[in-house]
């Protein structure tokens, strides 16, 4: 099993990493990273560092926990229930994320998700959208999913966008 893969660098396909669904995994990259069928990532964290971006979009896919700092977008979908957590690193911050879960799986905010310049949140929930945490994007937040939204844990909770869209469709 792998524990960490790091150096990606000049990596333009990722075939599948399995960590046995008990370990880390962490992605370092200076370039893009774009995920091939039919590789699956399997891990209980993914951290996902460097400039990206990260297109880690396999339905397959099963990690409960994913993490990171990227320059460039994140997008990622999970075969269940996903939460924005802590990997190492605390919490997803990119120029734009896009989250989904599939098959009746909870995506969970339990670290605040944070985009840079320009960047949107678009997360599509097959279950419950639990906010934990806060969501800052600098461009529109968008909810889209057969799942509830339920906001959550102590204390307020706030999803904050620069002058743009909050929608929950």
Same mark, same amino acid.
């Given at each position: 099993?792998?524990?960490?893969?790091?150096?990606?660098?000049?990596?333009?396909?990722?075939?599948?990493?399995?960590?046995?669904?008990?370990?880390?995994? $962490?992605?370092?990259?200076?370039?893009?990273?774009?995920?091939?069928?039919?590789?699956?990532?399997?891990?209980?964290?993914?951290?996902?560092?460097?400039?990206?971006?990260?297109?880690?979009?396999?339905? @397959?896919?099963?990690?409960?926990?994913?993490?990171?700092?990227?320059?460039?977008?994140?997008?990622? $979908?999970? @075969?269940?229930?996903?939460?924005?957590?802590?990997?190492?690193?605390?919490?997803?911050?990119?120029?734009?994320?896009?989250?989904?879960?599939?098959?009746?799986?909870?995506?969970?905010?339990?670290?605040?998700?944070?985009?840079?310049?320009?960047?949107?949140?678009?997360?599509?929930?097959?279950?419950?959208?639990?906010i934990n945490a806060n969501i800052?994007?600098d461009g529109a937040v968008t909810?889209?999913?057969?799942? @509830?939204?339920?906001?959550?844990?102590?204390?307020?909770?706030?999803?904050?966008?620069?002058?743009?869209?909050?929608?929950?469709?």
């Amino acid at each position: 099993s792998i524990g960490t893969a790091n150096g990606l660098n000049g990596v333009a396909n990722l075939a599948g990493i399995s960590a046995n669904n008990s370990n880390d995994v $962490t992605l370092t990259s200076a370039t893009a990273v774009t995920q091939t069928v039919p590789g699956v990532i399997a891990a209980a964290g993914l951290e996902i560092k460097g400039t990206g971006p990260f297109t880690l979009a396999n339905a @397959s896919n099963d990690v409960v926990t994913l993490a990171g700092n990227v320059t460039n977008g994140v997008s990622y $979908t999970d @075969s269940g229930s996903v939460a924005v957590g802590t990997v190492n690193t605390v919490g997803l911050t990119a120029c734009g994320v896009d989250l989904t879960s599939l098959t009746g799986g909870t995506i969970t905010v339990s670290n605040n998700i944070v985009t840079t310049t320009g960047g949107q949140v678009s997360i599509t929930n097959a279950g419950a959208l639990n906010i934990n945490a806060n969501i800052a994007a600098d461009g529109a937040v968008t909810q889209n999913g057969a799942g @509830s939204v339920i906001f959550g844990g102590t204390g307020t909770r706030s999803i904050v966008t620069t002058a743009d869209d909050v929608n929950f469709l």
